[in-house]
């Protein structure tokens, strides 16, 4: 079974950084995209960045610059380096990974930028 766990969540003060860290088991390689999403209070959720299958990268544009996802294969672990943080960061961040036509999502970890 697929089994996502997020971790590095937290406070920090605008123009911080923090880095999330996704940890998959329950068969996972290198050769299932896996991503990272975001849900702000009252809001619906949002992709932020993935890695995908075949090595490439995306991200949505109000992060290009300063966020940065990256993947150790070794660790079926996907990470997400968080840059010159803003208030409008604020949300819970979630993982997911795609195997086969399924999509599983981890619990989420809780982000807060105060303004």
């Known amino acids: 079974q697929v089994q996502l766990v997020e971790s590095g969540g937290g406070l920090v003060q605008p123009g911080g950084s923090l880095r999330l860290s996704c940890a998959a088991s329950?068969?996972?390689?290198?050769?299932?995209?896996m991503g990272w999403y975001r849900q702000a209070p009252g809001k619906q959720r949002e992709f932020v960045a993935a890695?995908?299958?075949?090595?490439?990268?995306n991200y949505r544009d109000s992060v290009k610059g300063r966020f940065t996802i990256s993947r150790d294969n070794a660790k079926n672990t996907v990470y997400l380096q968080m840059n010159s943080l803003k208030p409008e960061d604020t949300a819970v961040y979630y993982c997911?990974?795609?195997?086969?036509?399924?999509?599983?999502w981890g619990k989420g970890t809780q982000v807060t930028v105060p303004s």
């Open positions: 997911n990974v795609a195997k086969g036509p399924i999509v599983y």
């Open positions: 329950g068969g996972i390689s290198s050769s299932n995209a």
């Open positions: 890695t995908l299958s075949g090595g490439g990268t």
